[in-house]
């Protein structure tokens, strides 16, 4: 039987409905990925507010208030004199995993409720299981490439892979990971809640399984982190088979001779890494394949091509999980189906006053879809109803793209940072440096790769950094860490790196930059070892 899925070239993304336990939702799309990432949507600057950290009893922990606030009333929304947990957590993935920790750490009584496995989509069907899947298609390209094992003095036979056992790395790795998760929650004393959360009113929630009957829980603080799900335009049919989500590629169960990856954003580019190195052909054949794809013209409406393929996987971005949380309790509306937040994370009501007490970090919000940003984001509310006034830094937030090579970035691209400083009037500088001056990445020899620095002259502040080469995804943490704690070129310059080391592309680059300002913290005295 043969499947059809008709696309428009730069088709803008409809709606598309998702379940959530049983209720479907109309959940809108992400804006279209045909542009460069844009950091600064979803970038907040560094504020420096508060005292010292502190660690604040729960009996006596305050808050900061906000000059609008709303307590919205429905059917259940008499707010509870007292309460069952200090924190209560609707979505056990990352940003919920992180910020579950984190509370226990201050002191916090906390409870999590998940309804489906602990680890979320990034450990179950992510993050997690698509980094094994990368770290065979790598191998596999090594083992492949000829040219280059001869360059190192080495001789392979032809080599192989056992599809089934691919599909059990990854599986047994994704296990691995959960239940380590799930240990070093319940070793902390936290309440992992089975079910699905759904709001009833001010700090108040119930949770249970489809059959049974439904648990009532109170808590000072609520934080929604309940992720997201793949999303499939409009017209398009998901059968698992040949028509297919990142959540059915990451089994791998099967290789298609020929496939096509609709979208070429994170998800797509790695899954292509990964059929390429075992033996896909992304270009597409016509010879009476199972998935014929329909190409036409998103202005114009007329057809431009005509392919047929094995399969089709459908990297078309992700969606908010968000439907049947009870937001229509609080009075809190959806916005493309994400929660709308402020800078703390804090929900925001249809009105656009905070809801006391409520926050949603992660996909959920879409301020940021990565897991690492949702895990920096529970930390961040934590901090925030411990007493302690945080804003995380989003632009500080790295990405990365684990293809062979690497691709990874932080903040603005040069074309973002020239728009940024015609606009407030200053000027910027662009240094770069390569890979082959390296002698860790020539003795592995993988010379072909560079580093990007972008950066104020008259400053030093770094305004982005992009790599692109092996280990990318790990040497951009030097950048990002020093954008965080506000460290500029001229103060890093004077970093030591371990020789030789991949670390000294980003020496390198750093001391390639010609900054005007004088070093802005120097060191007064030497350190006697």
């Keep these: 039987m043969q499947s059809s899925v008709s696309l428009s070239i730069s088709q803008p993304h409809s709606s598309q409905a998702f379940a959530r336990s049983n209720q479907t939702s109309e959940l809108s799309s992400p804006p279209p990925c045909n542009k460069p990432l844009n950091l600064r949507f979803c970038g907040l600057r560094r504020e420096v507010l508060g005292s010292k950290p502190h660690r604040v009893l729960v009996a006596r922990r305050g808050r900061i208030q906000s000059k609008k606030q709303s307590v919205s009333s429905a059917a259940n929304g008499s707010v509870p004199n007292s309460f069952d947990y200090d924190l209560v957590i609707i979505g056990a993935g990352v940003g919920g995993h992180g910020a579950a920790l984190h509370a226990v750490e201050k002191g916090l009584k906390t409870a999590i409720i998940e309804g489906d496995v602990i680890g979320g989509t990034c450990v179950n069907r992510g993050c997690v299981p698509s980094k094994a899947l990368l770290a065979v298609s790598g191998r596999m390209r090594e083992l492949q490439n000829d040219h280059h094992l001869k360059a190192l003095g080495l001789q392979v036979s032809a080599a192989g892979y056992d599809r089934q056992g691919v599909a059990d790395h990854a599986n047994t790795l994704a296990s691995k990971i959960r239940s380590n998760l799930t240990n070093s929650l319940k070793a902390l004393g936290v309440d992992i809640l089975t079910g699905v959360g759904t709001i009833l009113g001010p700090q108040k929630v119930k949770y249970g399984k489809v059959g049974f009957s439904d648990n009532v829980i109170t808590a000072k603080d609520i934080i929604i982190a309940t992720g997201s799900v793949p999303f499939v335009p409009k017209g398009i049919e998901v059968d698992g088979k040949t028509v297919i989500t990142s959540d059915h590629a990451l089994k791998l169960e099967f290789v298609p001779d020929w496939i096509a990856i609709v979208g070429s954003g994170y998800i797509g580019l ?36 005509t392919l047929e393929v094995d399969a089709a996987l459908i990297a078309t971005g992700r969606a908010p999980f968000t439907k049947g949380l009870g937001l229509e309790n609080i009075h809190v509306v959806t916005q493309r189906g994400f929660v709308p937040v402020d800078e703390h994370m804090k929900v925001i009501d249809a009105d656009g006053n905070q809801v006391p007490h409520l926050y949603c970090i992660g996909d959920a919000n879409g301020k940021m879809m990565l897991a690492h940003a949702a895990s920096a984001q529970g930390i961040s509310v934590i901090e925030q109803v411990s007493g302690k006034n945080h804003v995380l830094n989003h632009l500080s937030i790295p990405a990365a793209c684990f293809t062979h090579p690497e691709i990874s970035m932080v903040v603005l691209t040069e074309p973002q940072a020239r728009e940024k400083a015609e606009k407030e009037g200053f000027e910027i500088s662009v240094a770069k440096t390569s890979f082959k001056a390296n002698t860790k990445a020539l003795a592995e020899n993988e010379g072909e790769g560079l580093a990007k620095l972008i950066y104020r002259p008259d400053n030093g502040e770094i305004l982005g950094v992009h790599i692109f080469g092996l280990h990318a995804a790990d040497l951009i943490h030097e950048a990002s860490n020093a954008i965080a704690l506000g460290t500029r070129i001229q103060d890093i310059k004077f970093a030591v ?8 592309v980003l020496d390198e680059l750093f001391k390639s930059a010609k900054v005007n300002a004088r070093v802005s913290s120097p060191v007064n005295e030497p350190v006697a070892v």
């Design 497 to 504: 790196h371990a020789h030789p080391t991949l670390s000294e």
């Design 270 to 305: 790695e899954f292509s890494d990964v059929y390429t190195a075992l033996g896909s052909e992304i270009t597409p054949a016509k010879d009476g394949k199972p998935v014929t794809i329909e190409l036409i013209d998103a202005k114009t409406k007329r057809h431009k091509d």
